[in-house]
């Protein structure tokens, strides 16, 4: 080796100890302490209204009136480690794994749909895994794959993302192709999410303006023609479920069945609920009581005031996660925080909306509350994540 070469090798060497020097240090730096609180206070919380909600169904299906709770606490404490330790992680290693990320998101929904592999659970299958004991969606895994590509990809376009050969087609093609999968399961409020996690993701990253307003005008008036056409009869699909959702009394014995249960749990909580634990409802009357359905529980026990104070607690936790992505060092990491703040912020509306009456059923579960291991654990990791880019929020310059 030459002198020459053993002086660039010393070059890159000392080149590269720097920026693995600077990239612990940016890893080092404070959490941000509000985000952190309202996580740990949702997390502890919804473990105590999924004992609440669950203990009874648990004691009539297990015999052991803990069951779910026991299993939630356990992927709860895996997923509060892993949440911690990705907060003092450089979220930029997240770039090299963004494109693994969203191909193994693909392929495990590939497979789930494949006949004989997936894990079929009333009328849909959306599960992998090892019997009834170890089960996970791989949706969950295509949320974080899409949010961590999508950031990847977009934050290096910038003016790119005002064409449409780079800026709209290769998104719209991958959203395309994750819902598509999802659809096949089915899995419809998985594929809302997604496509719309990715939508506000385009959105942020540079999308043309007018592009956004004919997406949202162009959903709404779908949606609209659609009930119309339910109305007259032309549309025969998921009729029911249209129908169910305007007048879900006209069958509460059957079809609607779990709505109008759910009616009757909000309503019977009143302004201060009936008190922690003691829920009537949950004692096998509401279906999905301590899965879809557990915020009905909550507005039951803890009545409106408790169910205000839980979505206010949302309410703070999505606000402080958009201020981390206004503060954030970089592009990549706004557009993380951006995803999983999204997705968070959808998952809730929609459920709650679906709970409520508001919307039609989507089969979707609220954050931190309903029963899911994977899901809970998946989530706090996400937490991590926003965590890690807080960390390397700049300090402001005194003066």
């Known amino acids: 080796m030459t002198q020459k070469e053993r002086a660039e090798a010393l070059r890159r060497r ?12 940016a890893a080092q730096g404070t959490v941000d302490m509000p985000f952190l609180l309202l996580t740990l206070l949702l997390t502890g919380v919804g473990l105590v209204m999924l004992f609440s909600a669950s203990f009874p169904a648990a004691y009539y299906e297990t015999g052991d009136a803990a069951y779910y709770f026991k299993r939630q606490l356990i992927f709860a404490l895996l997923g509060l480690a892993a949440m ?3 907060s003092r992680v450089n979220y930029q290693r997240w770039r090299g794994m963004a494109k693994l990320l969203l191909g193994l998101s693909i ?5 789930v749909i494949i006949p004989g592999v997936g894990i079929t659970r009333n009328g849909a299958t959306r599960w992998l895994g090892f019997g009834e004991l170890l089960t996970f969606q ?17 934050s ?7 064409t449409w050969r780079y800026g709209v087609v290769p998104y719209v093609a991958i959203l395309g192709v994750v819902g598509i999968f999802m659809l096949l399961e089915p899995h419809l409020s998985g594929a809302i999410l997604i496509v719309g996690t990715g939508a506000v993701m385009m959105a942020v990253g540079g999308m043309q303006g007018w592009l956004i307003g004919v997406g949202v005008g162009g959903v709404g008036a779908v949606a609209v023609l659609f009930i119309k056409l339910v109305d007259a009869g032309v549309i025969k699909y998921n009729a029911d479920r249209i129908l ?3 007048d879900p009394w006209s069958d509460a014995g059957d079809a609607g069945y ?10 019977s909580g009143g302004l201060l609920g009936v008190g922690l634990g003691k829920s009537r409802q949950k004692f096998l009357y509401l279906p999905e ?3 879809d359905c557990i915020f009905a529980i909550v507005c039951e026990e803890l009545g409106l005031i408790g169910a205000c104070v839980i979505m206010l607690i949302f309410v703070l936790l999505i606000i402080r996660g958009f201020w981390i992505a206004l503060h954030a060092k970089d592009r990549f990491g706004a557009l993380l925080v951006v995803g999983v703040i999204t997705q968070v912020a959808l998952q809730t509306f929609l459920n709650i909306a679906v709970v409520t009456g508001l919307i039609p059923a989507t089969g979707i579960s609220l954050p931190f509350f309903s029963y899911g291991g994977t899901a809970l654990a998946l989530q706090l990791v996400e937490m991590g994540i926003v965590m890690s880019v807080s960390r390397q929020i700049p300090a402001p310059r005194n003066g």
């Open 244 to 246: 169910l959702w305007r």
């Open 14 to 25: 000392r080149s590269a100890e720097k920026l693995e020097r600077k990239s612990r240090e």
């Open 107 to 111: 392929f495990l929904l590939v497979l």
């Open 156 to 162: 290096k376009k910038r003016e790119k993302m005002l």
């Open 138 to 154: 791989p949706s969950e895994i295509a949320k974080l794959g899409v949010i961590v590509f999508f950031a990847d990809s977009i």
């Open 84 to 86: 911690f330790v990705i």
């Open 289 to 291: 009581r301590h899965n």
């Open 258 to 267: 779990q709505i109008c249960q759910s009616l009757i749990a909000i309503g």
